[in-house]
């Protein structure tokens, strides 16, 4: 066994509000089942009375205390990259860090929120027709989404944001970063539905405190894949729609974990079982 695991493995997690978070849980559990004592602490700017410019004592902080590794939500994970050493490609592209490994001294930046949705959308959307898609949401998590769909080979990316110059921004950055593939702002919701084979909803609407449908209903079709970041709850009122109305769909809860699973990876520097987290997620998460 390694022995840096025979002492207890400690984490974090960075963000505000973040309170009913189930990353620790998966964590612990699964450090538990691997045989190795796992302590994952929650960081709440809100509980604390910090914000991100506090960022700098509190990787501080952690370092001094011993965690192997935070992980990083909103509203941090652009300004944390100021304060690490160096970052993986995707990391670099996305200009999102939402895992922070602390290693040797160093601060090493990862993102793992675009591969966690990659794996989501493999293993759940295994036939998706990869054509063409609409993805509603051009920040953080549109960046990750937007990324994972043009690795995974998508052909025709329209991006939708209440917020025009996001969406133009998105798109111009995965244009540089997939020249190949044409990525354009979407306007007009209605249109842009008829011409794509699928949606990837990428905004806090349908949370448990965003009740509602990010578009109307009617758009969608049978002929439409549906896929959601949102997981809590599981089923959102566009799942719930867009499988009444014979889409193939997949929830936010695959995101969630995998993004956990890389996490866990990084930190531990063992492989964890993604099956057995995605069971117990399942289990906290119904």
Same mark, same amino acid.
């Given at each position: #066994?390694?022995?840096?695991?025979?002492?207890?493995?400690? =984490?974090?997690?960075?963000g /505000?509000? %973040?309170?009913?978070?189930?990353?620790? =849980?998966?964590?612990?559990?699964?450090?538990?089942?691997?045989?190795?004592?796992?302590?994952?602490?929650?960081?709440?700017?809100?509980? %604390?009375?910090?914000?991100?410019?506090?960022?700098?004592?509190?990787?501080?902080?952690?370092?001094?205390?011993?965690?192997?590794?935070?992980n %990083?939500?909103?509203?941090?994970?652009?300004?944390?990259?100021?304060?690490?050493?160096?970052? /993986?490609?995707?990391?670099?592209? !996305?200009?999102?860090?939402?895992?922070?490994v602390?290693?040797?001294?160093?601060?090493?930046?990862?993102?793992?929120? @675009? @591969?966690?949705?990659?794996?989501?959308? +493999?293993e759940?959307?295994?036939?998706?027709?990869?054509?063409?898609?609409? *993805?509603?949401g051009?920040?953080?998590?549109?960046?990750?989404?937007?990324?994972?769909?043009l690795? !995974?080979?998508?052909?025709?990316?329209? %991006?939708?944001?209440?917020?025009?110059?996001?969406?133009?921004?998105?798109?111009?950055? #995965?244009?540089?970063?997939?020249?190949?593939?044409?990525?354009?702002? =979407?306007?007009d919701?209605?249109?842009?539905? *008829?011409?794509?084979?699928g949606?990837?909803?990428?905004?806090? $609407?349908? #949370?448990a405190?965003?009740?509602?449908?990010?578009?109307?209903?009617?758009?969608?079709?049978? +002929?439409? @894949?549906?896929?959601?970041?949102?997981?809590?709850?599981?089923?959102?009122? !566009?799942?719930?729609e867009?499988?009444? +109305?014979?889409?193939? $769909?997949?929830?936010?809860?695959?995101?969630?974990?995998? *993004?956990?699973?890389?996490?866990?990876?990084?930190?531990?520097?063992?492989?964890?079982?993604?099956? +057995? #987290?995605?069971?117990?997620?399942?289990?906290?998460?119904?």
């Amino acid at each position: #066994m390694n022995e840096t695991l025979l002492k207890p493995m400690k =984490a974090g997690l960075i963000g /505000s509000g %973040i309170q009913a978070s189930l990353t620790p =849980a998966m964590h612990m559990r699964e450090g538990e089942a691997q045989g190795f004592s796992y302590e994952y602490e929650l960081i709440d700017l809100s509980q %604390i009375g910090a914000t991100p410019e506090d960022l700098p004592r509190l990787l501080d902080e952690a370092e001094a205390r011993g965690l192997s590794g935070l992980n %990083i939500t909103y509203p941090c994970k652009q300004s944390v990259i100021a304060f690490l050493d160096d970052l /993986s490609p995707q990391a670099r592209d !996305l200009g999102a860090v939402n895992t922070v490994v602390l290693r040797d001294g160093k601060r090493h930046g990862h993102n793992t929120d @675009w @591969w966690g949705f990659a794996e989501s959308f +493999r293993e759940g959307l295994p036939h998706a027709d990869l054509s063409s898609a609409l *993805q509603l949401g051009a920040g953080g998590a549109g960046a990750a989404t937007a990324y994972a769909l043009l690795s !995974l080979g998508l052909r025709s990316l329209l %991006i939708f944001d209440r917020e025009t110059e996001r969406a133009a921004s998105l798109a111009q950055t #995965m244009t540089a970063l997939f020249p190949d593939t044409v990525i354009e702002v =979407a306007h007009d919701l209605g249109a842009a539905m *008829q011409a794509v084979a699928g949606l990837v909803h990428a905004t806090p $609407t349908g #949370m448990a405190k965003y009740p509602g449908l990010p578009l109307p209903a009617d758009l969608l079709s049978p +002929r439409h @894949w549906v896929a959601e970041v949102v997981y809590f709850p599981l089923e959102t009122a !566009l799942l719930r729609e867009a499988r009444r +109305r014979g889409c193939q $769909t997949l929830d936010g809860g695959g995101m969630a974990v995998y *993004q956990a699973v890389g996490a866990f990876r990084l930190f531990t520097r063992r492989e964890p079982d993604a099956a +057995r #987290m995605l069971v117990h997620f399942n289990t906290l998460a119904r």
